[in-house]
Nanobody, 118 residues
Framework: QVQLVESGGGLVQAGGTLRLSCVVS????????MGWYHQAPGRQRESVAT???????NHGDSVKGRFTISRDNAKNTVYLQMNSLKPEDTAVYYC????????????WGQGTLVTVSS
């Protein structure tokens, strides 16, 4: 069974920095697409960043240039480095596992709350 556990959220001031971690068990992240999403109250969950099996990445327009997704294959962990945080970044951040093979469901972590004060 694939499980994802996020950590690293907290309360920071605008302009501050956080690094989120997602530890994956039950599968090897090197061979699967991983992503970070966030969801604020009353809004749909939306993609923040994605890292593909070849190491390529994609970042949402609202975070491009400020956030960076990365992975440590040895630790089977995905990170989201968040710099220059803004109040509008406040949300619950979720790690996402997207199986490379068909016939398997995506897996979500429990989420970690990021709150950015002005």
């Amino acid at each position: 069974q694939v499980q994802l556990v996020e950590s690293g959220g907290g309360l920071v001031q605008a302009g501050g920095t956080l690094r989120l971690s997602c530890v994956v068990s039950g599968s090897t992240i090197r061979f699967n697409t991983m992503g970070w999403y966030h969801q604020a109250p009353g809004r749909q969950r939306e993609s923040v960043a994605t890292i593909f099996t070849d190491g390529g990445t994609n970042h949402g327009d609202s975070v491009k240039g400020r956030f960076t997704i990365s992975r440590d294959n040895a630790k089977n962990t995905v990170y989201l480095q968040m710099n220059s945080l803004k109040p509008e970044d406040t949300a619950v951040y979720y790690c996402n596992y997207r199986p490379s093979a068909g016939g398997y469901l995506e897996v979500w972590g429990q989420g970690t709350l990021v709150t950015v004060s002005s």
